[in-house]
């Protein structure tokens, strides 16, 4: 991988400030619409809307086969992935469903690690992960006993697979990924997600529980404008030109997002606990840089 440009790191900043207001956004949505339907929506308008952009311009897309990797990426990271977390949203609030989101480093991180000819994790980065985990459970420790609530197990269960097929999806477009614009790239993935996502939503009868409302199209409308088209497109070129173990911290400073935006908005109560705990992440997704840094450096060694 090539030095990261200022470009990457301004995409890796984009992920961690939008997908933080984003669990807000699906919240509100899904109290009023059906959730396959609500999500497919989002990606198909949204992708349908970028796609078209770059027809326009001549734009030349990718080819058949690398149309389909990036497809299968989009299947798992948005259909399984996003998708579940929308489902899980039903029953689990924003703010706890960005603490178990909080394990995807782990799961990517860890996942990356076992592939054949890659770098091991270090004490550092683990030290980042953990500590970054650390900070994120002080901030919502009061949430803690829901979580053993049985009306949440479901909806803990969907984030949990969510986590697993964001992380699978993630390490698998990274391996197969294909000389494209993040955003054409992003767009076959939307719309691939999308469809599958609308005929599930078809299929299990969510057609008869649809309906519009002010805050359903807010909602939707910010979703497919600020996170996809921003949030994804962002996200897409950040993990084909910077290390996962760091884009994967974006999980960790999301809460914080949310939690900033209350105070700011809202003017929900900013404790000293979760002042601590910006400290922490902060620290986290240093400790985590460095170390990404360090296995990089041990890496170019060995190759010479």
Sequence with gaps: MNKPSIKAY?????ICIVWGTTYLAIRIGVADMP???????RWIIAGTGISSFFLLKNVK???LNDSYKIALAGIAMLGAGNGLVVIAEQWISSGLAALLITTTPFWMVGLESLLPGNSKLNSTIITGLVLGLIGVVIIFSDDFKYLFELQNLIGIICLLLAVIFWS????YSKLKSVKTQPLIGASIQML???TLQILIGISIGEVSQFRLTQDSVLALVYLITIGSVIGYG???????HLPLSLVSTYAYINPLIALFLGWLILDEKLSWNIILSAFLILAAVMLVQKGSTMLKADSNKKSR
């Design 234 to 240: 962002s996200y897409i070129y950040a993990i084909n």
């Design 61 to 63: 897309f990718p080819s």
């Design 192 to 194: 691939t997600a999308g």
């Design 35 to 41: 959730p396959m339907l609500f999500a497919g929506l």
């Design 168 to 171: 699978a999806g993630t390490i």
């Design 10 to 14: 301004i995409a890796w900043i984009n």
